[in-house]
């Protein structure tokens, strides 16, 4: 309750990046926000369902981002840049990104959200299929194994994987070892 009544006076009862006024929340700043004020900011229901992924990005609702992206508070920042990232494909909002400033521990912490998210999603080859628990796949170059003294060469059949936590990552057994390969090296079989 503290940190809402901080972001409260500080926004002036407003989303801090659209500024509408009705249904405000405490949004905390992902990936670790410890919920104080500094790592939290107050916005809207119609920019919480988006960022939350509710519902579909409304474009042009966003395009508050570009007055937002120029707010001294570094949650702000964080998450307009994260907004102008995922609307990239969008002339304006790459313009925005273009000339947005923010000091190197903030651009970090945006940057770090925005590479949590990527992770989160499903696990591809080289060509963009999606692998599944128990595909097998093929090796698309040479690749030296750490600590077992090999080299898995490109072609190599890799049968049975598993997925990992990290979806540029795969496990495999190759030459009877096994190992996390990446996916990008890969093509399903």
Sequence with gaps: MVAQKALEQRSNNTCELCTATDNLAVFPVPPTSDL??????????????QIEGKVNLDVNHWRCLTDSMWNQEPAVQVMS??????????SWAQDALDM?????????????????????GPTRDS?????QDGDDVTLIKDLKVKGANFTAKQGTLVRGISLTDNPEHIEGKVNGTRIVLVASYLKKA
Excluded: F, P
């Excluded at 104080?36 to 369902?49: M, N, V």
């Excluded at 060509?127 to 692998?131: C, D, H, P, Q, S």
């Design 81 to 90: 840049y994260r907004m102008l990232h995922k609307l990239s494909a969008e």
């Design 127 to 131: 060509n963009g299929a999606e692998l």
């Design 36 to 49: 104080s004020a500094q790592q939290s900011i107050l916005i809207c229901e119609t920019c919480l369902e």
């Design 100 to 120: 947005i400033y923010m000091e190197d521990d903030v651009k970090t912490w945006a940057e770090q959200g925005i590479a949590a998210a990527e992770r989160e």
